[in-house]
Structure formats: C-alpha cells, structure tokens
C-alpha cells in the first residue's frame, strides 16, 4: 500500500513543477544518512540506527521514502496511517507526525529547523516532499544491482550475472 497510495502518478509527477529534482550528495543535508527499506526500515548516521522508533512514524517516513523527491499527499499519508478509519483530528496528528520528524533530521545531522523545513522535509501543496539523492536508498541500489545482472545474464556473461543478483540480494 506504501506506492499504491500516492496520489501523484509518475506520469503527473513529471510534468508536476512541485517535483523536484534528486539532490546530489555534494548539496544534500541529508548525505551523511543511508536509508534501509529492504526489511525493517533502518536509517543509518555512521554506525548508528537513527530511525524512529514509533510504528506511525515509521510508516510515514518509509511513505515518504519510497516517493522521494515527489509530493505525496497528506491524504495519502492519512489513509496510510489510519485507512479509511481516520480519526477526525487526522491532519492535526500529521502535522504533530511531521514536526516529530524535522526534529529527527534536525537533531541527528545538527540543521537549522529553517534548514530541515526548507531543504529536507518540504510542505507543499496539500502534501510533503521528502528530498533525498536516490543513492541514499537501498533500492535503488537494489534495482540498479538487478538490472546489471540481469543485462550481463542475457550477454552471457555469467559470472558478472550472478555476482550482481548475489550483491543485490
């Protein structure tokens, strides 16, 4: 339900102005941060686990993670944490869900909350922008480990096939 519940497409999201461009690490607050989403959600600074404990929290931030860089609606955060039983303070909780958050990133890395609000975690229209470089998550790096494996399984070049699709994994 993590990508079924975006409301922006990738076709919208492209032609979106509020999508943004992935950062590179050279201008991404966040670059001293990897994130896990293969498995228990695990965001690590150095060699410490600095993710949230809290299940809504989590489930919110793997949300935003798996949309980087693209809008995801407070809608579609509220359906994801509550379903179609959202309690009537639903937004007041996110906004509380998402202040929780910006602290997070602004205690872990040492950012201004002007830094966090405006380069990190952005509001923007109806929704949120969680802006990270691709490199930083797992699975891209998962996908990108597939994809060469499987090119040099159809090349025939099996020993580079079968060391990428061991790497991903």
């Not at 992935?22 to 991404?28: A, G, K, L, Q």
């Not at 990190?120 to 998962?142: K, N, W």
Request: charged letters at 25%.
């Amino acid at each position: 339900a993590l990508l079924e519940s975006t409301e922006i497409s990738d076709t919208k999201a492209e032609s979106n102005p509020e999508v943004l461009a992935p950062r590179t690490s050279s201008e991404n607050p966040v670059s001293e941060l990897r994130f896990e989403l293969l498995g228990p959600l695990v965001i690590r600074h150095g060699n410490r686990d600095v993710a949230p404990s809290a299940p809504k929290l989590r489930l919110i931030l793997a949300t935003l993670l798996f949309n980087a860089n693209k809008p995801v609606g407070a809608s579609a955060l509220i359906k994801e944490l509550w379903g179609e039983d959202a309690p009537r303070t639903a937004h007041a909780t996110l906004q509380t869900y998402m202040f929780k958050l910006r602290r997070l990133f602004r205690v872990v890395l040492g950012l201004s909350v002007e830094n966090v609000t405006n380069e990190v975690l952005q509001t923007c229209s109806g929704g949120y922008i969680l802006r990270v470089d691709p490199r930083q998550l797992d699975i891209t790096e998962f996908e990108q480990l597939v994809t060469a494996g499987s090119a040099a399984m159809h090349a025939g070049d099996y020993e580079r096939a079968a060391d990428n699709l061991r790497r991903s994994l």
